[in-house]
C-alpha cells in the first residue's frame, strides 16, 4: 500500500506494536492548572497567541528536518478517511515529528516510508550532497576567493543550497520569511496582551529577531529572554544545532581544515528551531534556585581554569526556573529516542553569550515525572545489589539534572568546544555530567545543601540511568555521555558487578575519581583538536559484555523508546 505517492516501510503490525506497545505518553497541564486559572484575561490572550507561534515555529523546523515533512502532515491531517495503516503511521509520524527518526535502540532511524531516508545534513543541505562532495565544493570555494560565502554556509543561520557547480547559503529570514513574519505577528499580539513587562519586552525583541537578518537582534531577544525569573508565562524559542550531522564534518578534512582555520572561518551546525510554552511552577522553580549560589563557587574549583575565560564570575548572570508545560514544538517534539528533561540556554555559540549575556535555565516538569515505577523495581531486583535498592529514588534524579545543566555554565567557551567539529556535543554533555557528580560532595560540605544518604541517592540513582538499552550512536552525544562514565567508572573501580551480574557502588571513590576524567574532558576541549577528542571517544565507548547483558535485561522488561506528547490546550 501507497501513501501520498510511497509505500509503507513498516507493516500494520510492526506499526500497532510500537504505537500501541512502545509508546509511553507524556501528559501537558490543560485549562484546569491553577496557576492558568489565576492569570488576567489579557494573560489567556497572550497565551492564545505564543501557543499559534509556537504551532508555526514547528512549520519551520518540519522543513528544516526534511524536505517532505510538511507534504506527508498535510496528507495526513487531510486524508478522510484513515484506515488502520494509516492511523498508525500518522502517529508515528507525530512522535518523530517528521517522517523519520532515531528510536534510542536501533543504530539506523527508523523510517516510515520506503526511499524517505534521514540525512547528514537533514534539509539544511541538498539531500543529495555526501560529505566529500561538500568538502570539496568548500576547498575549491575557499581556493577562488570565496571566503565570505563559505563563512556564511557555514554559519548556523542558513538553508544551504547548489547554485551551479557551488553551494549557495540562504539566510533564515529569506527562506522562511513567510513563516517569520507570521510568528512575528503573534508575539506582537502576545507582547500587547501580557502584562507582564519583562515577558513583553523580550516578546518585542525576539518578534524583531524574526524579521531582521541581524544577529544582533537575535542577542538582544537572548539578552531579555535570560533575565526573566519571576515571570508566569514560559516562552522560549530555542535554536539548538544537534540535528545537522553535516557541518561539523568539515574538521574531518584536514586540507579543508586548514584552509578554514587559515582565514579564521567561524564553524557552527545549523540551528533547529523549538519552541516551548509553559508556565512557571513557583515552589518548583524555588528549589532549583538554591543551586545557584554554588556556580561561582565551582568556577574556581574547575580543572585548567587559569587556561580559559570562565563564563561564570561572582555576580553570574543566571535565571532557572521549573515549567509545567502547556507544549513543546518543533526541535523540543522531535521525540527520537528521547525528550528534553531540561535545558540551559543561549548555548555558547550565540552572540548574546560571547557578548557577556546571561544564562536561563528552564526544566520541564511533565518530562520528569513520566516514568514507570513498576518496571524501576524490577530493573533493581534484575541488576542492582539489594544494598543499594534504599538508595535509588527517581526524584534524586532532578538533583543530578540541576547539576548537569548548571555544568553547562562552567568551563572553556565556545571556540574550545565548536573547533571539536563532529564531536563537540558529545564531549560538551559529558563534561557537563561529569561536573554534577564530581562536585556534588564538596558543594554538600560547603553549602549544607545535601546529607550523606542524598549524596548516596543521587549516586545510586544516576549510576543506573546509566544502564543503557543499546549502543548509542554518536548522533545521540547524552547516550555516548552515558556510556563513556559508566565505562570509566567501571575501570576505576567505583561501580563494579558481582558473579551475579548485581551492581555495586564504592561510594568513597565516586567524587575523586569524576574530577580525574573531568580533568581529562577539560583537556580535550583545551586541545581544540577533533582527533584527540575522536580517540577520547573511541577509549570509553566501548560496549561490553556487562552492556550487552544489561541492554538484554532492559529488553526483557519491555521497551517504550517511543513517545506521544498529550497536548490540552
Not at 74 to 81: C, G, I, K, L, S
Request: aromatic share 10%; glycine share 4%; net charge negative.
Amino acid at each position: 500500500m501507497t501513501f501520498n505517492g510511497y509505500p509503507f516501510n513498516l507493516s500494520l503490525e510492526e506499526l500497532t506494536d510500537i504505537v500501541d506497545n512502545q509508546t509511553r505518553e507524556i501528559e501537558f497541564i490543560g485549562p484546569d492548572n491553577e496557576t492558568y486559572l489565576s492569570l488576567s484575561d489579557n494573560d489567556k490572550k497572550a497565551l492564545t497567541h505564543l501557543i499559534k507561534a509556537a504551532k508555526i515555529i514547528n512549520d519551520v523546523a518540519l522543513e528544516q528536518d526534511h524536505p517532505l515533512n510538511h507534504a506527508f502532515k498535510t496528507a495526513f491531517e487531510n486524508e478522510p478517511n484513515k484506515t488502520p495503516l494509516v492511523e498508525k503511521a500518522y502517529q508515528l509520524f507525530k512522535s518523530f515529528n517528521g517522517v523519520a527518526g532515531l528510536n534510542g535502540i536501533d543504530p539506523k532511524p527508523v523510517e516510515i516510508f520506503k526511499g524517505v531516508h534521514q540525512t547528514e545534513g537533514k534539509n539544511f543541505y541538498p539531500q543529495d550532497l555526501s560529505v566529500d562532495e561538500f568538502h570539496q565544493i568548500l576547498i575549491k570555494m575557499l581556493k577562488n576567493g570565496k571566503f565570505d560565502d563559505v563563512q556564511k554556509i557555514l554559519s548556523n543561520r542558513a538553508m544551504v543550497r547548489r547554485k551551479g557547480d557551488v553551494l549557495e547559503a540562504i539566510a533564515y529570514t529569506t527562506y522562511f520569511a513567510k513563516e517569520f513574519s507570521l510568528i512575528s505577528n503573534e508575539l506582537e499580539l502576545a507582547a500587547h496582551y501580557t502584562t507582564d513587562e519583562l515577558l513583553k519586552d523580550y516578546l518585542s525583541w525576539q518578534a524583531q529577531a524574526f524579521l531582521q537578518e541581524n544577529e544582533d537582534m537575535d542577542m538582544l531577544a537572548d539578552k531579555h529572554w535570560a533575565m526573566m525569573q519571576n515571570n508566569v508565562i514560559e516562552f522560549t524559542v530555542s535554536r539548538e544545532n544537534y540535528e545537522d550531522e553535516l557541518t561539523g564534518t568539515v574538521f574531518d578534512n584536514d586540507e579543508l581544515k586548514n584552509l578554514i582555520q587559515s582565514f579564521n572561518i567561524e564553524v557552527n551546525a545549523k540551528d533547529t528551531l523549538g519552541c516551548r510554552v509553559g508556565l512557571n511552577n513557583k515552589q518548583g522553580t524555588e528549589l532549583i534556585l538554591k543551586s545557584k549560589d554554588t556556580l561561582p563557587y565551582l568556577s574556581k574549583k574547575m580543572p585548567y581554569a587559569d587556561r580559559y575565560t570562565q563564563k561564570i564570575e561572582k555576580d553570574a548572570k543566571q535565571t532557572m526556573i521549573d515549567a509545567d508545560l502547556i507544549t513543546l514544538t518543533g526541535d523540543y517534539a522531535m521525540c527520537r529516542g528521547g525528550i528534553t528533561t531540561a535545558q540551559n540556554l543561549p548555548n555558547d555559540d550565540k552572540l548574546s553569550v560571547k557578548t557577556g549575556g546571561g544564562r536561563r535555565n528552564v526544566y520541564h516538569r511533565q518530562v520528569r515525572f513520566s516514568y514507570d515505577k513498576a518496571r524501576a523495581q524490577q530493573l533493581l531486583n534484575r541488576l542492582v545489589d539489594p544494598s543499594l535498592h534504599p538508595y535509588y529514588q527517581h526524584d534524586m534524579a532532578h538533583h543530578f539534572v540541576i547539576g548537569h545543566e548548571n555544568g553547562h555554565s562552567l568551563g572553556p567557551d565556545s571556540s574550545y568546544k565548536s573547533a571539536l567539529g563532529i564531536y563537540a556535543h558529545t564531549l560538551e554533555e559529558h563534561k557537563a555530567n561529569t561536573i554534577s557528580i564530581a562536585f556534588f560532595e564538596d558543594v554538600a560540605k560547603t553549602f549544607g545543601t545535601y546529607n550523606d544518604a542524598q549524596i548516596k541517592s543521587i549516586y545510586t540513582t544516576w549510576v543506573i540511568s546509566l544502564f543503557l538499552r543499546a549502543k548509542p550512536v554518536l548522533s545521540k552525544p547524552h547516550r555516548v555521555a552515558d556510556l563513556i562514565e559508566f565505562n570509566y567508572l567501571r575501570a576505576h573501580d567505583v561501580i563494579f558487578f558481582d558473579v551475579d551480574n548485581k551492581l555495586h557502588i564504592n561510594f568513597d571513590k565516586m567524587a575523586p575519581v569524576m574530577y580525574q576524567l573531568l580533568e581529562e574532558t577539560i583537556e580535550v576541549q583545551l586541545s581544540k583538536s577533533p582527533q584527540k577528542a575522536k580517540e577520547f571517544i573511541d577509549k570509553w565507548d566501548e560496549w561490553s559484555e556487562i552492556s550487552e547483558y544489561i541492554a538484554g535485561v532492559q529488553k526483557s522488561l519491555g521497551l517504550k523508546p517511543y513517545i506521544r506528547i498529550i497536548t490540552k490546550f
